[in-house]
């Protein structure tokens, strides 16, 4: 970047081999920190470069990146770079997460980042010099891959948390009562902490606050919070799982249930008729009916495809009107918005929102009355060509709650006798009835997966990828206990069909909501891969005689389509997950904050994307409704200014990172659980699979 550069080489024309003159430094590498006066008024001027730390899961020891945000004093999201720290002594202190100045080295001392992965047990180098010895070979071979390199010369932000830790076997039988913690998370440095009862917790999980690092300690220093339990309980693994996840597990409070409707046996809620006189009401009208997995309870969508008179089609997405109940401003409002996301565990689940609202009167569960926000479109019949758009809030009646095999049973022509007997609500019907509701079911399921074959080839036209992924999960016993078998997601054309009529609705809301809204609407972006990314996949692909060619998303979706081997039916298949692997993370932004030219959606090829579906589990879509509402008003107004939206907008960030990265180790945890438990049984712990 040329802000980079420049400040670069500012520092090699005054000469300085190092960031830090002779003596400065300590025995570890450490200087002092310099005060928040200096490090603003460096920042301000262009000397020091201001970003968040991100230590190297793989090499936690040596290497960690300080992202720079937007160098060049753009709003572009593809104009960021990486400062590369080497070494303890040159992150001089800061912990993962922290807020940093750096100041950077001369582009004569810029080395490449590291290709080799790290044991957790080899030391780490004490600067600079030391930890890039090994990478100097690298850097002559390849000037490009250069990065820029520099040393944290203080601390803006500490975000500093509770950690998980365990005392290391050697300082128990120490004398004394000083001892390290080891965290769970290998891009935290150990702690020195105080235990006076460090044998009863030798074997335990233990929460550790930092309270400073002084500059003559090898080690950060803080103190004992809470012992959370043996190793390898499962209790204690998920609770250290949230801990370290930053995940809220506490029980809604008094004060949000007392905002909100009741609805029990003696007190059932009963909607407001003037209210239900202000929407579209759509109960009568259309047969609607939600595909879900078996045994959703917040089910936030519902789905309606009809032939009009004049041919056409259509199309209608019904989602739960969240922003009905949930006001802004109110407790269960922010609390929702600190949460920002539902979490899924392998065994349990952690709602944004209390269950009246999540499990009941939000949820589309089918016979029941609900209010929504819908999207209707009319669309040619043979193309899928938008005719016309409506948006607006409704009342519905899902007739039907499927889930996803049971629909796809019915496309592919399950038995009226067994589709009597498996759709809900038919077998209490006369026989003659219940036939015919079957057929109309059917009919609009078969017009629902054709309308959503035109709706993907749309979008394949427009560049979007077809991706693949592995999805693992572990089957538990009644009591959520015990892991009874793995199963592996199977790929169902239903799925595709309810997931294109959410991308397709996600993107109407999105391109509504920034028209209108153009400098603070709430959307998605995925950037473009960068090109390095991919060359695991072009080498593979290129063992077997193919060419990938990645300059767009529209030229990697064809060379991933002619990627076939008919002697290897799994290549494709590999070919696409090494492309998955080679993506950048999707993010919400507020569109004040970035380039209009950077609002788009690399995987889907579209260029307005934004989360409408699903505002039940996700605070982001609340954000959506409220904004699609408000533009549909005769004198459309921001709800909120521009650099508010941003903040949240990476808050919410942060939060679903989270719950993605406990969702993971719940899993891998129940795996564990499940090896562990057929130690004696090689048969059980074999599977058959390709390492990508």
């Known amino acids: 970047a040329a802000l980079?550069?420049?400040?670069?080489?500012?520092?090699?024309?005054?000469?300085?081999?190092?960031?830090?003159?002779?003596?400065?430094?300590?025995?570890?590498?450490?200087?002092?920190?310099?005060?928040?006066?200096?490090?603003?008024?460096?920042?301000?001027?262009?000397?020091?470069?201001?970003?968040?730390?991100?230590?190297?899961?793989?090499?936690?020891?040596?290497?960690?990146?300080?992202?720079?945000?937007?160098?060049?004093?753009?709003?572009?999201?593809v104009s960021r770079s990486d400062v590369l720290v080497l070494g303890l002594g040159d992150r001089n202190r800061a912990i993962h997460g922290d807020v940093v100045a750096v100041e950077l080295f001369p582009t004569s001392l810029w080395r490449t980042r590291s290709s080799q992965l790290q044991r957790a047990d080899e030391p780490a180098a004490n600067n600079a010099e030391q930890s890039?010895?090994?990478?100097?070979?690298?850097?002559?071979?390849?000037?490009?891959?250069?990065?820029?390199?520099?040393?944290?010369?203080?601390?803006?932000?500490?975000?500093?948390?509770?950690?998980?830790v365990t005392i290391q076997e050697e300082d128990i039988t120490a004398l004394g009562n000083k001892v390290l913690g080891v965290p769970m998370d290998i891009r935290i440095p150990k702690i020195r902490f105080t235990a006076n009862h460090k044998e009863s917790i030798k074997n335990s999980r233990i929460i550790v606050r930092v309270d400073n690092w002084p500059m003559d300690s090898h080690w950060p220093a803080g103190h004992f919070v809470k012992d959370l339990g043996p190793i390898g309980r499962v209790d204690t693994e998920m609770a250290a799982i949230l801990i370290e996840q930053n995940i809220s597990a506490a029980p809604f409070s008094e004060l949000q249930y007392r905002e909100l409707p009741r609805d029990t046996p003696e007190d059932p809620y009963v909607m407001d008729p003037e209210e239900i006189k202000?929407?579209?009401?759509?109960?009568?009208?259309?047969?609607?009916?939600?595909?879900?997995?078996?045994?959703?309870?917040?089910?936030?969508?519902?789905?309606?495809?009809?032939?009009?008179?004049?041919?056409?089609?259509?199309?209608?997405?019904?989602?739960?009107?969240?922003?009905?109940?949930?006001?802004?401003?109110?407790?269960?409002?922010?609390?929702?918005?600190?949460?920002?996301?539902?979490?899924?565990?392998?065994?349990?689940?952690?709602?944004?929102?209390?269950?009246?609202?999540?499990?009941?009167?939000?949820?589309?569960?089918?016979?029941?009355?609900?209010?929504?926000?819908?999207?209707?479109?009319?669309?040619?019949?043979?193309?899928?060509?938008?005719?016309?758009?409506?948006?607006?809030?409704?009342v519905i009646r899902s007739a039907y709650q499927l889930h996803y095999e049971l629909a796809q049973q019915l496309f592919d022509g399950l038995d009226d006798n067994s589709a009597l007997k498996a759709v809900p609500g038919l077998a209490a019907l006369p026989r003659a009835t219940a036939l015919t509701r079957l057929a109309e079911l059917r009919e609009a399921i078969t017009l629902l997966v054709t309308t959503g074959r035109l709706l993907k080839s749309a979008r394949t036209g427009m560049g979007a990828l077809e991706l693949e992924s592995v999805e693992l999960r572990v089957k538990l016993d009644k009591n959520h206990?015990?892991?009874?078998?793995?199963?592996?997601?199977?790929?169902?054309?239903?799925?595709?069909?309810?997931?294109?009529?959410?991308?397709?609705?996600?993107?109407?809301?999105?391109?509504?909501?920034?028209?209108?809204f153009p400098s603070s609407a709430l959307l998605r972006h995925h950037p473009r891969p960068q090109e390095e990314h991919f060359e695991t996949l072009i080498e593979c692909a290129a063992a077997k005689?193919?060419?990938?060619?990645?300059?767009?998303?529209?030229?990697?979706?064809?060379?991933?389509?002619?990627?076939?081997?008919?002697?290897?039916?799994?290549?494709?298949?590999?070919?696409?997950?090494?492309?998955?692997?080679?993506?950048?993370?999707?993010?919400?932004?507020?569109?004040?904050?970035?380039?209009?030219?950077?609002?788009?959606?690399?995987?889907?090829?579209?260029?307005?994307?934004?989360?409408?579906?699903?505002?039940i589990r996700r605070y982001a879509d609340v954000i959506a409704h409220r904004q699609l509402l408000a533009s549909l008003t005769e004198n459309p107004v921001p709800l909120s200014p521009s650099n508010e939206l941003q903040t949240l907008a990476e808050h919410i960030n942060n939060k679903n990172r989270s719950a993605k990265v406990a969702q993971r180790e719940s899993i891998e945890l129940f795996l564990g659980q499940y090896l562990i438990e057929r130690a004696d049984d090689p048969k059980a712990r074999t599977l058959d699979g390709v390492i990508v």
């Not at 020091?48 to 937007?70: C, K």
Request: proline share 3%; hydrophobic share 40%; net charge negative.
């Open 4 to 77: 980079l550069e420049a400040q670069a080489a500012r520092a090699q024309a005054l000469e300085r081999k190092k960031t830090a003159a002779p003596g400065d430094s300590n025995e570890y590498g450490y200087s002092v920190h310099k005060s928040q006066d200096v490090l603003e008024a460096g920042i301000k001027s262009g000397l020091y470069v201001q970003g968040s730390l991100a230590v190297n899961r793989f090499n936690a020891q040596n290497e960690a990146f300080v992202r720079a945000g937007d160098v060049q004093g753009t709003k572009s999201l």
């Open 132 to 164: 890039s010895d090994n990478q100097r070979s690298n850097t002559n071979k390849d000037r490009a891959s250069m990065m820029p390199n520099g040393r944290i010369i203080g601390i803006l932000q500490k975000k500093w948390r509770d950690y998980v």
């Open 278 to 394: 202000r929407r579209r009401d759509v109960r009568t009208s259309h047969l609607i009916f939600s595909i879900d997995p078996l045994g959703c309870e917040d089910v936030d969508d519902a789905l309606c495809a009809r032939r009009l008179p004049n041919g056409n089609v259509e199309l209608s997405v019904h989602i739960a009107d969240v922003s009905h109940f949930v006001r802004p401003g109110m407790h269960t409002d922010l609390e929702a918005r600190a949460r920002a996301t539902t979490v899924y565990m392998a065994d349990r689940r952690y709602d944004m929102l209390p269950a009246v609202l999540s499990a009941n009167l939000c949820s589309l569960v089918g016979q029941a009355d609900r209010y929504a926000v819908s999207v209707f479109w009319e669309l040619e019949a043979a193309t899928g060509k938008v005719l016309s758009t409506w948006f607006g809030r409704t």
């Open 481 to 516: 206990k015990t892991v009874e078998d793995l199963v592996s997601k199977t790929d169902l054309e239903i799925h595709g069909t309810v997931a294109e009529a959410m991308i397709f609705a996600n993107e109407a809301v999105g391109r509504q909501i920034a028209t209108v």
């Open 545 to 615: 005689g193919f060419v990938v060619d990645v300059s767009s998303n529209f030229a990697l979706a064809r060379s991933l389509d002619a990627c076939v081997d008919p002697a290897d039916p799994e290549f494709n298949k590999i070919m696409r997950m090494l492309a998955t692997q080679a993506m950048e993370e999707a993010a919400y932004f507020c569109t004040g904050h970035v380039n209009a030219a950077d609002w788009f959606h690399y995987g889907l090829g579209l260029d307005y994307y934004t989360h409408f579906t699903s505002p």
